[in-house]
């Protein structure tokens, strides 16, 4: 209401020292106040370290907490916070093949006899890869009575809003063979409802007490899943003295897509 006025003219415009001294005491309205914190860390491997499946290295971790604090004339406490942390976990296998008649006993002369020296099999896939990541946002605002004088105040209430995510992906690349490639890939993403005052019933009031890292490590309900399987085979045409001008390839793909329903609750 006064915000085009200078505190030092509000104070002088009152005619009683109570007056003086309730302006005086609002003297802590800023304009805006903001935090701003981020942190990241990464750890990466020693250029001679063998590599391992189970190596510190393969991951890679994150993190990052913002806040932002603002007050004005309207505003008597505006607060945002935002939290993100996750995990990449990412390993390449060294190839491990078993071909049983590519050694030289097994030899088989004719070039129709070609494929049977081709069969070949993988033990491990070429790569897995993992990830996470917590995404939490909470806001909170309440608003001043900025009545005139003599005008009954209003209760007005603190208002919040939560929004915390939990998501993981994973995703494989096989190759079974040299011609046959199998691709895996998974989605799944949480939403954490943990900040009601009966646990994740959404039709109780909200525990206004809870913040942003009171049960930060809940992984929540599904909301969505999706996952992706892809095969690829080359066509054997090249095996064959009498085809092996011609090259081809077969793909399949299966999709699978599930969300949540939410029912509404009188």
Not at 66 to 86: C, K, M, P, S, Y
Request: glycine share 4%; proline share 3%.
């Amino acid at each position: 209401m006064y915000d085009d006025l200078k505190l030092n003219d509000r104070i002088a415009a009152e005619t009683t020292q109570e007056a003086k001294d309730q302006v005086y005491n609002k003297r802590k309205i800023t304009p805006k106040e903001q935090v701003l914190t981020s942190l990241g860390f990464e750890k990466n491997r020693g250029e001679e370290a063998e590599e391992n499946f189970y190596d510190i290295e393969n991951f890679t971790f994150n993190y990052s907490y913002n806040e932002t604090n603002h007050r004005d004339f309207e505003i008597a406490n505006l607060q945002e916070q935002n939290v993100t942390t996750g995990f990449v976990y990412n390993h390449s296998f060294k190839p491990l093949t078993i071909a049983p008649f590519v050694k030289k006993r097994f030899t088989v002369y004719g070039a129709y006899w070609k494929w049977l020296k081709e069969l070949n099999l993988s033990l491990l896939p070429s790569t897995v890869t993992v990830n996470s990541n917590i995404n939490r946002n909470f806001n909170q605002q309440q608003f001043r009575d900025v009545l005139e004088p003599g005008v009954d105040a209003l209760d007005l209430p603190l208002l919040q809003q939560r929004n915390y995510l939990f998501n993981w992906q994973y995703a494989l690349n096989y190759t079974l063979t040299k011609s046959l490639r199998l691709n895996i890939q998974a989605s799944n993403s949480n939403i954490v409802r943990n900040y009601f005052n009966q646990d994740n019933n959404s039709a109780s009031l909200i525990n206004q007490e809870l913040d942003i890292w009171d049960g930060f490590w809940d992984i929540g309900e599904p909301n969505r899943h999706a996952q992706q399987l892809q095969l690829n085979y080359d066509l054997p045409f090249k095996l064959v003295p009498v085809l092996d001008f011609i090259t081809g390839q077969y793909s399949y793909t299966s999709n699978f897509d599930w969300q949540r329903g939410w029912r509404c609750i009188n």
